[in-house]
Nanobody, 124 residues
């Protein structure tokens, strides 16, 4: 079955960096667009970044544009989220997700597969 496993979360001070990784298995990885979403307590899950199946197109939420970078390695079935200049408001559980669709990559409802999430905490 399809598995997405995130890693790399943790506690970091404001201004610091973290790199999240997501290992995918059980799917033809290079056929799926991949996304990162995050959710804070009491809040809806929100879009962070997405990358097309080839890696040729990337998409970012306005709140992370210029600070976060999404990338993928189709040979390793991996997707990454490099997070720089972290802010306390970036604190959330971060989820990796996969979609076989080609449209609305910012919409969590388009994603059929999800990881279990990894906690990112940014202290002020």
């Amino acid at each position: 079955q399809v598995q997405l496993v995130e890693s790399g979360g943790g506690l970091v001070q404001a201004g610091g960096s973290l790199r999240l990784s997501c290992a995918a298995s059980g799917l033809t990885f290079s056929s799926y667009a991949m996304g990162w979403f995050r959710q804070s307590p009491g809040m809806e899950r929100e879009f962070v970044a997405a990358i097309s199946w080839s890696g040729g197109s990337t998409y970012y939420a306005d709140s992370v544009q210029g600070r976060f970078t999404i990338s993928r390695d189709n040979a390793k079935n991996m997707v990454y989220l490099q997070m720089n200049s972290l802010k306390p408001e970036d604190t959330a559980v971060y989820y990796c997700a996969a979609t076989g669709l080609r449209v609305r990559v910012r919409d969590p409802l388009q994603y059929g597969y999800w990881g279990q999430g990894t906690q990112v905490t940014v202290s002020s």
